[in-house]
C-alpha cells in the first residue's frame, strides 16, 4: 500500500496547508477572494446605476444592453485582453466577474425600485419623508427582495467562474483542475469540486439568511398565499 | 384655515389642471371637493402640501403662504390619506401608524404608545397591531391609512378619494367613523370625492368643480340642494335631489299626534281610527293594529323626534301600511305618531324652503 497512489485524505492532509502558493488552503483563500470582491464590487457599482437608470428612465435601455453585451462576451477570451493591462494578477479574474455581476444586479435594482407601488411612494413624499430617508427606509427595504434573489445568482455564479481563471494561473481552486489535467489523478478534481460547490452553498445559504432577516414581511406573505 | 387665493395649476404638457381657484376651507370644518374626474380635484390637494406646486396664485396655511415652507417639514404637519391607502407593506401596522412620529424623531416607545392609541380610536383590534398591511382588509387598511394621518395630531387631514375602494357598506361605516372621530377632533379637512353623495354626507361645505379646474359653486350642502348655482352643479347633483335635500329638513316641527297608541293586550280600537298602534308598558312599539283586521299586527318604521331628518321620517311612513311613522325618543320609547297629514305639511313647508 505504502508505494500505490494516496488515497484522497492522505493527499487533502498532505497539500492542506504547505505554505506553498498551491497548498488548498491558499487556493481556497484565493477562490473566496476573487469570487467576493467581485460580488462586493458589482452590488457597490449597480445599486447607484439602478438608481440613476429609474430616475433617468431613458439611461435604462444603453445600460443594460451594454451590459448584455459584456455578459455575452465569453470568458476565456476577456480574460486574455486584459492580461495584457492587468498581467497575471487576480485583477484580471475580478474585473470582468464585477462586470458579470453588474450585468446580473442592475437589472435586479431596476426591477426592485420598480416593484414599489407608486401610491406607497406618494404616500413616503406626503408623509414628509426626504429623498434620501424614503429611498432608505421605504424603496430599498422593498425593493431588497428582487435585488437578493439576483445577488443569490451572482454569488453562486461568480464563485463558480473563478475556477476558469486557471487558464491563466488565477483560478484559486480552479487551480486544483488544471493539475489534474496534466497529470491524470482524481483526489485534486473532487476535493476541487465539493469545495466550490461547497461555498457556492453556503453563501447562498447566507443570502437565504438574510432574507429571512431583512425581508420578514416577504415570508409572512408567502405563508399566507400557501 | 386653508385659503385658496386664484390657484392656477398648468402642467408643462399644457394641461389647466385648475383654473383660478379661489376657496377657503375653515378650520374646524370638513370641506368637500366634488366634481367628475378629472377636474383638478387631487390637483388643487396636492397643491396644499406641495407635492404640487401652483403656477399662479397662493395658496395659505392660517395666514401663511405654503410655498414659503420647506416641503417636508410642511407635509410632517399634514395629514394625508389616499384611496389605496398606500400603506407601507415591508412595516407592521403599529409602525405604519407611527411613521410621522418617527420621521419627527419621537422616541420609539412613545411613537408605539401613540399608534396603539390611534389604532384603537379608528376603531381596530389592537391585535392587528403586529400584522402587515397585506394581511388585512380594504376597509382595515384604510382605518390604519387615517390612524396614520392623525398619528403627529396635525391640524389639517388631506383625504383623496379615501373611501372609493372599499364596499358600500365598509364605506358607509368609514364614512360614519370619520364624522365620529371629526366631532371629536375639529380637525380642518380637505375631502376629495367623485361621488355627490358623499360629500353632501360628510361636507360642512361641498366646492363643485368642472372640468378645466372652475368653481361651480361652494355652498353647505342643504343650499347645494336647493339652490344649485347652474345647470352643471344641477345635473351633477342627480335627479333626486329634492328627496335628498329632505336629509337637512328636521322633524323638530313635526306635528305629532299622541292619541293613535294603546296598550299591549288592552282593548282600544273603539275611537273609530283605522290604524292604532300598539306599545309596550314600558312605551316601546310593537307593532299597527288595522279596524279591519285587529287579530294582526303590521310592521311600523321610526325616527328619533327631533334628530333624525324629515328623510329618515318619510322613510319610516313608507316602511308601514299604516303610512304613519312612530316618532320614538333616543331611547327608543314613543312619544307620537306623525300621520300622512303631518308629513304632508311639513314637506309643503320644506319645498317653500
Ligand atoms: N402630471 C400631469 N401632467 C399632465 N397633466 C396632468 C398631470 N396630472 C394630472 N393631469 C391632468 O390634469 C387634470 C386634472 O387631474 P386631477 O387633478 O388628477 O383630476 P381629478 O383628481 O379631479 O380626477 C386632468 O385632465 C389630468 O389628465
Ligand atoms: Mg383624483
Known amino acids: 500500500m505504502g508505494d500505490g497512489p494516496p488515497s484522497i485524505w492522505e493527499w487533502i492532509g498532505r497539500n492542506w496547508d504547505t505554505g506553498r502558493v498551491d497548498s488548498i488552503k491558499s487556493l481556497l483563500t484565493d477562490h473566496l477572494t476573487m469570487s467576493f470582491v467581485p460580488i462586493l464590487l458589482a452590488l457597490l457599482v449597480a445599486l447607484p446605476l439602478g438608481l440613476a437608470c429609474v430616475r433617468w428612465r431613458w439611461l435604462y435601455q444603453p445600460t443594460s444592453g451594454l451590459m448584455n453585451v459584456v455578459y455575452a462576451l465569453p470568458s476565456l477570451p476577456v480574460f486574455m485582453l486584459l492580461i495584457s493591462v492587468t498581467g497575471l494578477s487576480q485583477a484580471t479574474v475580478i474585473i470582468p466577474l464585477t462586470f458579470y455581476g453588474m450585468a446580473v444586479l442592475i437589472p435586479a435594482v431596476v426591477d426592485g425600485l420598480n416593484s414599489v407601488p407608486d401610491h406607497v411612494r406618494q404616500s413616503a413624499v406626503a408623509m414628509g419623508f426626504t429623498p434620501l430617508r424614503r429611498l432608505l427606509l421605504v424603496e430599498l427595504p422593498i425593493a431588497a427582495p428582487v435585488v437578493l434573489a439576483g445577488l443569490r445568482v451572482v454569488a453562486v455564479s461568480s464563485i463558480s467562474l473563478v475556477s476558469v481563471g486557471a487558464l491563466i494561473g488565477q483560478g484559486g481552486l480552479g487551480g486544483l483542475f488544471t493539475r489534474a489535467y496534466q497529470n491524470p489523478f482524481l483526489p485534486p478534481v473532487i476535493v476541487g469540486i465539493v469545495l466550490i460547490v461547497a461555498l457556492a452553498l453556503i453563501a447562498d445559504g447566507l443570502l437565504v439568511l438574510a432574507q429571512r432577516l431583512l425581508t420578514p414581511w416577504v415570508r409572512a406573505r408567502k405563508g399566507a398565499a400557501a | ?353
Open chain 2, 1 to 353: 384655515m386653508i385659503t385658496f387665493e386664484s390657484v392656477t395649476k398648468r402642467y408643462p404638457d399644457g394641461t389647466v389642471a385648475v383654473d383660478r381657484l379661489s376657496l377657503e376651507a375653515p378650520t374646524g370644518e370638513i370641506t368637500v371637493l366634488v366634481g367628475p374626474s378629472g377636474c383638478g380635484k387631487t390637483t388643487s390637494l396636492r397643491m396644499i402640501n406641495r407635492m404640487i406646486d401652483a403656477t399662479e396664485g397662493r395658496i395659505l396655511l392660517d395666514g401663511e403662504p405654503v410655498q414659503g415652507i420647506d416641503p417636508p417639514t410642511l407635509r410632517r404637519g399634514i395629514g394625508y390619506v389616499i384611496q389605496q391607502a398606500g400603506l407601507f407593506p415591508h412595516r407592521k401596522i403599529v409602525d405604519n401608524v407611527a411613521t410621522v412620529p418617527y420621521l419627527l424623531g419621537w422616541d420609539r416607545k412613545k411613537a408605539r404608545g401613540r399608534a396603539m392609541e390611534l389604532l384603537e380610536r379608528v376603531g381596530l383590534d389592537p391585535a392587528l397591531a403586529r400584522r402587515y398591511p397585506f394581511q388585512l382588509s380594504g376597509g382595515q387598511q384604510q382605518r390604519v391609512g387615517v390612524a396614520r394621518a392623525l398619528a403627529a395630531d396635525p391640524p389639517v387631514l388631506l383625504m383623496d378619494e379615501p373611501f372609493s375602494a372599499v364596499d358600500p357598506i365598509v364605506r358607509t361605516n368609514l364614512q360614519d367613523e370619520l364624522l365620529r372621530l371629526q366631532s371629536e377632533l375639529n380637525k380642518t379637512i380637505v375631502f376629495v370625492t367623485h361621488d355627490i353623495d358623499e360629500a353632501i354626507k360628510l361636507g360642512d361645505r361641498v366646492a363643485v368643480l368642472r372640468v378645466g379646474g372652475t368653481l361651480a359653486q361652494v355652498a353647505d350642502p342643504k343650499t347645494l340642494l336647493s339652490e344649485p348655482a347652474d345647470d352643471f352643479v344641477r345635473e351633477f347633483l342627480g335627479h333626486d335631489r329634492g328627496i335628498r335635500r329632505l336629509q337637512f329638513v328636521s322633524t323638530e316641527a313635526l306635528r305629532l299626534r299622541t292619541d293613535l297608541t294603546v296598550p299591549e293586550g288592552g282593548a282600544g280600537g273603539a275611537s273609530g281610527e283605522p290604524w292604532l298602534l300598539v306599545v309596550t308598558g314600558d312605551g316601546r312599539p310593537v307593532g299597527w293594529r288595522s279596524g279591519e283586521r285587529p287579530g294582526e299586527l303590521e310592521p311600523y318604521g321610526t325616527f328619533v323626534h327631533g334628530r333624525d331628518s324629515m328623510r329618515t321620517a318619510l322613510d319610516a311612513a313608507l316602511l308601514s301600511p299604516s303610512g304613519c311613522a312612530v316618532a320614538v325618543d333616543e331611547e327608543g320609547r314613543v312619544v307620537g305618531v306623525a300621520t300622512r297629514r303631518a308629513l304632508d305639511e311639513a314637506l309643503a313647508e320644506a319645498a317653500d324652503g
